[in-house]
């Protein structure tokens, strides 16, 4: 580190500033065999949905309210923008119920890889449906649900029936083969960003290998960081396909926008989200609130796939790196120069990865696109300890004499008046008396 005080260049002009807007918006993600899958188990959805008890499946109810999300995620703003429209975001999960009136006119036919269902518009878990909503959920007048990118395409690709000790033995619970198959199919049918809200521990050649192939051909896979309460292995260790370089792995945030230790933390994860009090679409009966007591990486996930939608279709041309480099540099963190493996560079923040302007400078994640600007610094100043002429010196001078004369004067008439002898006062004469 070079001593002085450095000149504030065009780099130290960008931190400053998202320094401020970090502070501003923060104080307020198969095995190698069949074998080593079995015997690490099989990976889990990080949060299948827990309604509230008013919800069930049977009984239709809207919500008035706006979902909460939405207002820390400054979707207003970011929908002066961008709202997704144009953009194909494949659900890879447990399918998606097009009977919600919500997601009717936004979901694509897709594919069931699991039971052969028609499109994959079957979903008797809830958890794509809720996955989708939070994406791309289409207003509706009794209801203020809607998507961060409203104007987003759902493409739905489901890979699991349930997460339960039956559809373990069925063959019909979450496995990494079947997900990386689930990738695949996504981008050959057009998705630009792929929502993976399943997370394992097995680093699984086969998905690897299609997170590279979706990356390369022009689409961006987000996945969750992984759950505590639904992981058999609650370590904070990789998860996958979360912890591939070319996925943007993501982990949750509570109403205080703190990541608690309901998420897994690590290397791997790169941004985070909200992942509490999700209000989205619920199966076929329109809404309601979920993950109301832990935060949950999968609803976060989805909120990061959002909005890489509403990135897609503003800036169509860049790479997967571009968008992913666009929320993470503009994401609110205490120090904008570093990460942390609990929340990778801070909460994503839509509205300002959507204006940002990439020219390298910017502080935290390096550009892939752009080198920094070297450093600008000044010489250090030297402070010169010999004698230096003084411009008040000669005032200064004129003043002490000044008050040295006069304070000689002073001193002079009072020792004069102390040594005068003083003149004895006459005494009066007796009276004289006559002869």
Not at 10 to 25: H, I, N, P
Not at 281 to 308: I, K, P
Not at 409 to 421: I, K
Request: one cysteine or more.
């Amino acid at each position: 580190m070079t001593a002085g005080v450095p000149r504030v260049g065009r780099r130290g002009r960008a931190r400053a500033l998202v320094a401020v807007l970090a502070l501003a918006g923060a104080l307020g993600p198969l095995g190698a065999s069949a074998a080593a899958a079995v015997a690490a188990g099989p990976p889990t959805p990080s949060l299948l949905p827990t309604a509230t008890s008013e919800c069930t499946p049977e009984v239709v109810t809207y919500v008035e309210a706006t979902p909460p999300a939405l207002t820390r995620l400054g979707a207003a703003q970011a929908w002066d923008l961008a709202t997704g429209a144009g953009v194909v975001v494949a659900v890879v999960d447990s399918g998606v119920d097009t009977g919600n009136v919500h997601l009717t006119d936004a979901v694509l036919p897709g594919v069931d890889l699991v039971e052969g269902t028609p499109a994959g518009h079957t979903d008797t878990a809830g958890h794509g449906t809720a996955i989708a909503g939070q994406i791309a959920a289409r207003p509706d007048e009794r209801s203020g649900v809607i998507g961060l990118a409203p104007g987003a395409t759902i493409l739905p690709v489901r890979v699991y029936v349930a997460d339960d000790d039956q559809a373990r033995e069925l063959g019909t619970a979450p496995r990494t083969d079947r997900i990386a198959e689930g990738i695949r199919y996504a981008v050959d049918n057009g998705a630009r960003v792929i929502n993976v809200s399943i997370s394992s521990t097995v680093d699984d050649p086969a998905l690897r290998e299609a997170v590279r192939v979706a990356t390369e051909r022009g689409a961006l896979v987000v996945a969750s960081a992984g759950n505590r309460n639904t992981a058999q292995d609650t370590s904070d260790s990789p998860r996958y396909p979360a912890a591939y370089d070319e996925v943007l792995a993501v982990a949750a945030l509570d109403d205080a926008d703190r990541v608690t230790d309901d998420s897994i933390h690590g290397a791997h994860v790169d941004v985070a989200a909200p992942g509490t009090n999700v209000l989205t679409t619920y199966h076929a009966a329109g809404d309601c609130m979920l993950a109301g007591g832990e935060a949950s990486t999968s609803f976060a996930t989805a909120y990061v796939s959002a909005a890489a939608a509403l990135l897609v279709e503003r800036f169509p041309d860049e790479t997967p790196a571009q968008w992913a480099h666009r929320l993470e540099v503009t994401a609110a963190r205490y120090d904008v120069d570093a990460r942390d493996d609990r929340w990778g560079w801070g909460a994503i923040r839509p509205a300002l990865a959507l204006a940002f302007v990439d020219d390298g400078s910017a502080p935290g994640p390096p550009s892939p696109v752009h080198e920094a600007p070297p450093a600008v610094e000044t010489e250090p100043q030297v402070l010169g300890l010999g004698v230096h002429e003084d411009a008040l010196a000669p005032a200064q001078d004129l003043t002490v004499w000044w008050v040295l004369g006069v304070s000689v004067v002073c001193v002079g008439a009072l020792l004069a008046s102390r040594l005068t002898p003083r003149r004895a006062r006459p005494r009066p004469s007796a009276g004289k008396t006559g002869p």
